[in-house]
Structures are given as C-alpha cells and as structure tokens.
C-alpha cells in the first residue's frame, strides 16, 4: 500500500468565553484531522484533539485498531490505546470493551501510566485491563510530549522505572 499523500488540517474553533487557570488562558480549542491517501482511496482521518473531556471507555480505539489491523494490508506490528486520562483506574466499565480487541498478534500497548500517581495508579489500572486483555504493554497515557519532567531524558527514567516496577 502506497501513501499517495498526507493531509494535516488544522481546526480552531473560537470559545465563548474565556476558559483560564492559575496560569493561563484559552480563547479557542484547536486540533489537526490528519488524513492519509493511498491508490486506494482514504485509509485513515485522525482526530489530534486537545480536548479535554475523553470518553467514557476505551470502545472507539477499539473499534478503530480493529478496523486499521484488518484493512492495512499488511502486518502491524503495535497499536497503541490511551488509557482513562484521570483516576478511573478500577473502572470496569472503562476496559470492558477490550473484549472486543480483534488484531491477531499485533502487540497492544495501553496508555495507562500517569505520573499523577505513579506504580500504584499503574498497578490498579493494569489489574483493572487484565481482566479483559491479557499479555499487552503499558505505554504513558499520550505520548511524552506533555509529560512532567525538566527534560525528555527525566521523563523516560521515570517511565522506565515505574515499568520495570510493574514487572517486579
């Protein structure tokens, strides 16, 4: 499968009103759709949100790594699934629907380290997805980018050990 071209498209959608902290302000929301074309047709349109409220389980990634592994056309080797952003940690509710992962061997890692909370919060959610999924990853919740941390190399040591915690 050849990628014709990437569309990245940025959104900015106005507030209301002015949304603030301690520390800052926010007059709109704004994101990317990310678009892949190939000979094909679309293969893929990505919502890179900001946003803050998240779903109420982890059902749409399911639905959507099922749907990328079975029509990529080729293998793949990992997806990776944001787990609850907050403390949700012994939600069920939240991780039933990894009953429906359906990628053959596609190695899954859930996005379920936070720094808020450290091995514990780890250990809670990782016993919390076990009882749906069995012999996947654990990942940070979204990446590195936001992370905690003076600098890229604090913020892998600290990912490290909580991981290599988890396995102990």
Known sequence: MKIERIEAIPVEIPLNKMFSGSGYRVASRNTIVTRIHTAGGLVSEVYNGDNRAHGRDIALLVRMANHAVA??????????MAGPRYLRSEDERFFAPLRDLDVGDTRV??????????????????????????????????????????????????????????RD
Request: overall charge positive.
């Open 71 to 80: 029509h990529s056309g080729r293998t793949v080797d990992w997806v990776h």
């Open 109 to 166: 890692y859930l996005g379920i380290v936070l720094p808020i909370d450290g091995l514990a919060g780890l250990r809670r959610r990782h016993a919390t997805a076990s009882r749906f999924l069995d012999g996947f990853g654990v990942a940070m919740y979204c990446g590195f980018g936001r992370q905690p941390g003076r600098d890229g190399s604090e913020t892998m040591r600290e990912h490290r050990d909580v991981v290599t915690a988890l």
